[in-house]
């Protein structure tokens, strides 16, 4: 080779269009991936999670070599693996004695740090180009966002149906709304009926990843078995179909809801595809804008889904970019509480929290409602540290990586940040659950009293929480109707609601 270029492909970067592999000519150059142990385990994420990357990075690899790409795979304990992506960089660099490095850039702070600092190691440049995979790139964030009082969803939302001409008729959104959240709330009959997502049979690839896993990752959270995520680009695309057949018309409607026993519900199931590069979230905003068109779906279904994608997924991407690193230290409501063990074993007696957590521990997935209100809504309430929850989140989902986990956790759902982009903490009781699910009807506990050992443990916790964060949270006017309830209340209840969230905390570890 003439002048060799050495392309690093990242664990999330498992798209055949990449704006590292654009520019370059395919006879220049080596692509470089590597499974390394310091990603695996900095958290030590759920097993599945990393079977599943692990698995679809290899057939990445394949994917590529069949289209003309030379690919040097570095498999987890190959020999020679030095554990690091910088490292294996910098090895890969010298075994090619390469003249430029490119790389699409990392979707986490703490990796771009360390690409950066490795710069003077090498013998050669290396270059990060944007990763314009998402909609809106940092520069247009910032731009966005500057002079703004308020950063909120729904007016960077409207700018990106602008931008994408989706849903939109000239100026004018489909429908004359732009959002049509208030009809997603409905909670779901026992007796729905539930699509599930495809299983899939792992190949021989996803075998061998298995058996690694097994072994090398034993001492991480999580059920390896049975797995039955996608692994390859065509998997991936099945589920998607599959999702638009089946769930899409229902999506809107049950968007919020949560049933025991059903995991997925009329959730796509789609994100750790879309997250790692084998789906692209712009193609499956169109297809669900077709369906609306050829009239399969619903319009309050497909502005729901578009709306995640192309206004939270890119509105919590342009946050994490805009406010990194301080962020991730952020903890407004000053809470330091450990994380309680049942978050890794399911083992609680709230039966809303055994299911999500369950599930999670089963699957690597919780839909959003789920993450919201159960692990995180819990977490708020008895006041874990931030890090901490964070930490959890990074490690048990399938689609977690720290630019998209961080602010849904600490701004969506701890309010650590003290609301730059949320208007409100999050906050509810039991009775938020009864109304959304069916957990309530055979749980343990009452979920229609208040206090005491049998009430479910929610409701005094919510004014355990209200209560110890007033200084700081009485004068959003979005809760001060709440502070009056609870400010009309006699010493003597207010006093119970206390003592009833102090003995419950008493008995956390
Ligand atoms: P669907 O309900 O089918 O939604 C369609 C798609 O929209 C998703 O696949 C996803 O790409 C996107 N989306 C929806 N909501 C969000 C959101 N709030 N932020 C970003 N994208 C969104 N999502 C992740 O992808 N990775 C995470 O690590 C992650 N951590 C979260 C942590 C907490 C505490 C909370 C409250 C939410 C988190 N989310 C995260 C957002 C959301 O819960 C998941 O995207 C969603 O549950 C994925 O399941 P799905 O594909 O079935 O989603
Ligand atoms: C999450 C993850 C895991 C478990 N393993 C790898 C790996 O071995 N090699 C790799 O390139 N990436 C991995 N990733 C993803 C990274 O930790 C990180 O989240 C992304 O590269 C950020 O863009």
């Given at each position: 080779m003439a002048s060799t270029n050495l392309v690093v492909v990242l664990g999330d970067q498992l798209s055949m269009s990449l704006s590292s592999l654009r520019d370059v000519e395919r006879a220049d150059t080596v692509v470089l991936m590597a499974e390394v142990a310091a990603e695996a385990s900095y958290v030590k994420h759920h097993k599945k999670k990393i079977a599943f990357l692990f698995s679809a990075m290899r057939h990445h690899a394949q994917a590529l070599e069949a289209d003309g790409w030379r690919v040097d795979y570095v498999k987890y304990?190959?020999?020679?693996?030095?554990?690091?992506l910088c490292s294996e960089i910098v090895r890969a660099a010298k075994r090619w004695n390469v003249d430029r490095v490119f790389m699409t850039e990392p979707g986490e702070w703490r990796l771009k740090q360390e690409f950066e600092a490795l710069k003077p190691d090498l013998a050669c440049p290396l270059e990060m180009l944007p990763d314009d995979r998402f909609l809106c790139s940092h520069a247009e964030f910032g731009q966005w966002s500057k002079g703004r009082k308020q950063l909120r969803m729904e007016y960077f939302y409207r700018d990106m149906r602008r931008k994408t001409g989706l849903l939109m008729n000239g100026d004018q959104p489909e429908g004359g709304q732009w959002n049509y959240d208030q009809e997603n709330r409905k909670p779901a009959a026992d007796d729905l009926f539930m699509p599930n997502p495809p299983q899939f049979e792992p190949d021989s690839i996803t075998k061998e990843v298995l058996t690694l896993c097994e072994k090398e990752f034993a001492d991480h959270v999580g059920e390896l078995f049975p797995f039955w995520l996608g692994t390859t680009r065509e998997q991936a695309e099945q589920a998607a179909d599959y999702f638009f057949e089946q769930a899409l018309p229902f999506y809107g409607d049950y968007q919020d809801a949560m049933l025991v026993g059903q995991p997925f519900l009329y959730h796509s199931v789609l994100s750790p595809y879309i997250n790692c590069g084998l789906l692209d979230p712009l193609e499956l905003c169109r297809r669900a804008e077709e369906a609306y068109k050829k009239g399969r779906a619903p319009l309050n279904a497909v502005e729901g889904f578009i709306r995640q994608i192309i206004g939270w997924r890119e509105f919590i991407r342009g946050i994490y970019w805009l406010k990194m690193p301080e962020y991730i230290e952020l903890n407004a409501l000053n809470a330091h509480r450990d994380l309680p063990a049942f978050y890794w074993t399911a083992d609680t007696q709230m039966l809303c929290l055994k299911e999500a957590i369950g599930q999670t521990l089963q699957h690597a997935y919780a839909h959003h409602i789920q993450r919201l209100m159960l692990p995180g809504n819990f977490a708020m309430l008895v006041g874990v540290a931030p890090k901490q929850i964070h930490e959890w989140y990074l490690a048990v989902?399938?689609?977690?990586?720290e630019w998209v986990e961080l602010p849904n956790t600490l701004g969506m759902s701890q309010f650590a940040d003290g609301g730059i982009f949320a208007s409100k903490p999050y906050a509810a009781s039991g009775n938020y659950v009864a109304k959304m699910s069916n957990y309530c009807d055979s749980c343990t506990y009452n979920v229609k009293k208040k206090t005491g050992q049998d009430a479910c443990p929610m409701n005094a916790l919510y004014w355990h929480f209200l209560s110890r964060n007033e200084k700081q949270l009485a004068k959003n006017p979005r809760i001060a109707q709440i502070y009056s309830t609870w400010n009309r209340m006699s010493d003597a209840k207010r006093k119970e609601y206390i003592d009833s969230a102090d003995a419950f905390l008493q008995t956390l570890t």
């Open positions: 304990g190959a020999s020679g693996n030095s554990g690091t989902y399938a689609d977690a990586y």
